[in-house]
């Protein structure tokens, strides 16, 4: 499938996180997604590629819990795309173990929007 790659970066509202944190917690995902993709091989790194090349779109949105959180991320990974949950070392605002972020994609803009397309801005 060719066309837009997109990745979608997904916040937990409810935690209240500082702005540097959440931002932070952003990144861990994002990065964690295309390491993923790009070590798996495949079509996964084909997209990936494609993705940087194209200058790595991203949108960053939100949910309001962990429950949410999660079931975007059990969706990203059962369409089979390149997914990454990420879980606070628990160094600052939160404890250990909080789950925070996912990210979906790198992946065809299309593919990421049936997971995420609902979702609000953060």
Partial sequence: MKGEMKQA????KDLNMGRGKA???AA???CDALVKALRAGGQWKE????WLAEGQKKVVLRVESREELEAVYRQAVKAGLPASIIEDAGLTQLPPGT???VAVGPAPAELVDRITGRLKLF
């Fill in 9 to 12: 970066i997904v916040i937990r």
């Fill in 23 to 25: 931002a932070a917690q």
């Fill in 28 to 30: 861990h995902a994002a």
């Fill in 47 to 50: 997209w990936a590629e494609e």
């Fill in 99 to 101: 789950v925070t972020a």
